[in-house]
């Protein structure tokens, strides 16, 4: 895949059982006695996302997002004017594949319109075929791995591909100065991926990596002293740390081994609120990115309506743009059913070089007044490419404060390369 031109970016403001969980709502309009015909217009959304396992701590917001959408998209007047149903699995993590796969069979017996989700690389992989093999398009709001650009046709996702965020990262890093960087990178789909993006970004930027260019650590590991003390050994300005939650008692391991943990850095997957896991001002003036534009006020407001404790928004209006995505290629196709689905989403999303729209509501009323449309939302992502990835997105620039939470500080557009 080609590197993007940085010169064209630009700076803007345990585990479960056997069985998986199933969530379902909003059961529509039907009764017993419904036609077939009216069964086939209620639009179904699946959602696939850890609610157990390593990313745990990201599900419960990204199935309130599903949530969210649904009850804008019923508020507009649903999809072919019937409510619409949302399902919900949990997948838990890639170290869990029988539970990956159970999920997957719990939403696929609901005969679902779309798949939203899943959000992990590594569980993407083991589990697309069982979607797409159906004829049932999925829409990761946040499998970020380069190898999934035209991965299927029924494959799309509403983020960006790890050559865009390894760009930022990398060059974050190189401009702030640091000159010899050691890497704890876990050993996932997600991780090698991103890692191998950063690393061709800091070999441009003059930055020597010390340690983990090529090391790197088990998801299920543990007990991180023997990596802290390695990483120690090198004597690095800073440390990249891509993982999961994992990073909660490797950040504590390294601060024991006296590593300064306000110089380092995070990606998407573990650059969340960390007010409750290290003791306040340990991550004070690390920083990081996140793929994606940065929710509203607005945004965070509405989704705490509906889940009032929410504090993570990772991959939040990528969900909720995957959501309202799939519910107008479902009304511009005139049906529900994913083929349907499936064949309309790359011109919803604008490559019929139609007119932009931020809500369902307005995208709707345009339609249906014979117009062709562009979804913006609120994630503000370009039409899709023949690769099914957002043409253009943001990645978003954060730093800790003294409690340890992200605060949002800048942002990067420009176009997602393609091969």
Request: net charge negative.
């Amino acid at each position: 895949m080609n590197k993007p031109n940085r010169k064209t970016w630009r700076t803007t403001a345990t585990a479960m059982a056997a069985t998986a969980v199933l969530t379902l709502s909003g059961c529509g309009t039907g009764t017993a006695d419904s036609s077939a015909n009216a069964a086939e217009d209620t639009f179904v959304a699946g959602g696939l996302f850890p609610l157990t396992g390593t990313a745990a701590y990201l599900g419960p917001s990204n199935v309130s997002t599903m949530k969210l959408a649904e009850q804008d998209i019923d508020e507009a007047g649903g999809v072919l004017g019937n409510k619409i149903s949302t399902i919900t699995a949990d997948t838990s993590d890639a170290e869990h594949a029988d539970q990956n796969a159970t999920a997957v069979q719990s939403v696929l017996s609901k005969n679902p319109s779309v798949v939203i989700g899943p959000p992990l690389s590594s569980v993407v992989k083991n589990t697309y075929k069982q979607v797409t093999t159906s004829k049932i398009p999925m829409i990761s709001p946040g499998a970020t791995s380069t190898a999934f650009s035209g991965l299927d046709d029924y494959f799309f996702r509403t983020i960006p591909p790890d050559t865009v965020q390894g760009v930022v990262m990398g060059d974050l890093i190189a401009q702030d100065g640091i000159k010899n960087l050691a890497i704890a990178v876990f050993n996932d789909e997600y991780g090698i991926s991103l890692r191998a993006e950063v690393l061709k970004t800091l070999k441009e930027g003059g930055v020597n990596v010390v340690y983990g260019e090529t090391e790197t650590f088990d998801p299920a590991e543990n007990n991180f002293s023997s990596i802290a003390t390695n990483i120690k050994a090198t004597n690095p300005d800073a440390v990249l740390v891509i993982a999961a939650d994992q990073t909660i008692p490797l950040v504590k391991e390294l601060a024991a081994k006296g590593i300064d943990t306000h110089k380092l850095y995070m990606p998407d997957s573990n650059m969340v609120d960390h007010s409750k896991d290290f003791t306040s001002g340990l991550l004070k003036g690390s920083k990081g990115t996140i793929p994606g534009a940065h929710p509203t006020s607005e945004f965070q407001n509405a989704l705490k309506t509906i889940a009032p404790d929410t504090t993570i928004y990772t991959y939040n209006t990528e969900t909720y743009d995957a959501m309202v995505l799939a519910a107008l290629a479902a009304e511009k196709g005139g049906a529900a059913d994913s083929e349907t689905v499936q064949k309309n989403l790359m011109a919803v999303s604008g490559t019929t070089k139609g007119e932009k729209c931020e809500s369902y509501e307005d995208c709707v009323a345009l339609m249906k007044s014979g117009k062709e449309i562009q979804y913006v939302g609120k994630t503000s992502i370009g039409v899709f490419n023949n690769a099914h990835d957002p043409s253009t997105a943001s990645i978003g620039i954060y730093e800790y404060d003294d409690s340890n939470v992200p605060v949002f500080l800048d942002s990067q557009e420009g176009a997602v390369p393609q091969n």
